[in-house]
């Protein structure tokens, strides 16, 4: 069965950076895209950023673009979301997911096997 965990979040004043880690199983991190997704409460979960199976191609949400960076190390079977300049309404939880399903419209659809998520809280 494919586990992801989620670490590295936290509490941070506004504009501090801090980056989160989703370590896999079954090296799903090298077959297939991974994403990260976030919920704040009381909100729809929403996406945040993905990378290619191949590593070649990165997608970022506007509300993050020029201050997230995705990443993936297949040696370690991890993914990356170093987050800088960060926002209070960057608080939520943050998940990881990989992208099971490809053939979707979409870069933010066809994900499944979600890690628990880690919580990020920026205070202003």
């Known amino acids: 069965q494919v586990q992801l965990v989620e670490s590295g979040g936290g509490s941070v004043q506004a504009g501090a950076p801090l980056r989160l880690s989703c370590a896999a199983s079954?090296?799903?991190?090298?077959?297939?895209?991974m994403g990260w997704f976030r919920q704040a409460p009381g909100q729809a979960r929403e996406f945040v950023a993905t990378i290619s199976g191949s590593g070649g191609r990165t997608y970022y949400a506007e509300s993050v673009k020029d201050r997230f960076t995705i990443a993936r190390d297949n040696a370690k079977n991890t993914v990356y979301l170093q987050m800088n300049s960060l926002k209070p309404e960057d608080t939520a939880v943050y998940s990881c997911?990989?992208?099971?399903?490809?053939?979707?419209?979409?870069?933010?659809?066809?994900?499944?096997?979600w890690g628990q998520g880690t919580q990020v809280t920026v205070s202003s």
């Open positions: 997911a990989a992208r099971i399903n490809p053939s979707t419209s979409s870069v933010a659809s066809g994900y499944a096997n």
């Open positions: 079954g090296g799903i991190v090298s077959r297939h895209g």
